[in-house]
């Protein structure tokens, strides 16, 4: 039985980490480089599970997202559900729905994400110590009808190529959801 006062702390962890999610499409919709750096550990890897996205140690992360941010105009970043899993007292894993209105590229693009998230606490509070995102879809908006019957449904980089997920409509199975469940 926990007390109290380790009830009412994990619930300040759990809306400090909810916090860092939002605040995240902030940063990206903002271009704030000083924010990148504050929302992720010094350590932290970003992923993407297309494999465009692969960096490690916060530098490399910002290098990432200043390549990013050159080929999008306004962004507008939005979350939806948010599970979070507390590991130990300060390390935590999430799983967050989100969607994003982007230019790109000069092409208006809708996009679906969902990122699983790695969580630590630092000496600053709660940060990204990785982030692999994924894709539904992330389409031109005249191609959103079209495209989201599709296979092809990731149309970010000028080629079709296969979304991420759902992962049961490419014939696997996620394992990692498991792991969420109660």
């Given at each position: ?11 300040e962890d759990r809306t ?28 932290a890897t970003l992923r ?114 296969p979304a991420d997920w ?17």
């Amino acid at each position: 039985m926990t007390t109290l006062e380790e009830r009412i702390a994990r619930i300040e962890d759990r809306t400090e980490i909810a916090d860092l999610a939002v605040l995240y499409g902030y940063v990206m919709d903002e271009r704030d480089v000083d924010g990148i750096r504050r929302i992720f550990c010094d350590d932290a890897t970003l992923r993407s599970a297309d494999g465009v996205f692969a960096a490690s140690g916060i530098e490399e992360i910002v290098r990432t997202y200043e390549g990013r941010f050159a080929a999008l105009g306004p962004t507008n970043h939005f979350t939806h559900g948010h599970v979070i899993r507390f590991d130990g007292p300060d390390s935590a894993r999430g799983l967050l729905a989100s969607h994003a209105e982007v230019v790109r590229d000069e092409k208006p693009m809708l996009v679906a994400l969902r990122y699983q998230d790695s969580y630590r606490r630092t000496p600053e509070g709660w940060k990204f110590a990785d982030r692999l995102m994924s894709y539904m879809y992330y389409v031109d908006v005249r191609e959103y009808r079209e495209a989201l019957g599709t296979a092809l449904r990731v149309r970010a980089y000028g080629d079709q190529r296969p979304a991420d997920w759902p992962e049961v409509l490419n014939g696997t199975k996620p394992r990692w959801l498991a792991d969420y469940l109660r």
